[in-house]
């Protein structure tokens, strides 16, 4: 599985970016997506989650300003991020996970993650 994300840069206190996460190499119309970020010496921070079915799920510091959304087309999920604080700066990994069974349980194929810097 490769994910490929992109998406990320310097933007200023209340702007907007849009963040991609490019998979292959799964059956992505049945993973689960993940966002996590993880800002300079801070321990990682859960984000927000899209299920199979559309089904979303958002942490409270981003509840309300980020949108998560997934094109099983494209095998593509997106990470709408509005209203950006200094506080969101951070690198943003992608997360595809595998429901292997409940045998072999989940699996996470993590992305390389892109880098969220907010200024002002």
């Not at 963040?19 to 119309?29: M, P, Q, R, V």
Request: net charge negative; glycine share 12%; proline share 2%.
């Amino acid at each position: 599985v490769e994910l490929v994300e992109s998406g990320g840069g310097l933007v200023q206190t209340g702007e907007s970016l849009t963040l991609s996460c490019a998979a292959s190499g799964t059956i992505f119309d049945r993973d689960h997506v993940l966002w996590y970020r993880q800002a300079p010496g801070k321990e990682r921070e859960w984000v927000t989650t899209i299920t199979p079915e559309g089904v979303t799920d958002y942490g409270d510091s981003v509840n309300g300003r980020f949108a998560i959304s997934r094109d099983n087309a494209l095998d593509t999920a997106y990470l709408q991020m509005n209203n950006l604080k200094p506080e969101d700066t951070a690198v943003y990994f992608c997360v595809v996970r595998e429901d292997l069974g409940t045998t072999l349980g989940q699996f996470d194929y993590w992305g390389q993650g892109t880098q969220v810097t907010v200024s002002g």
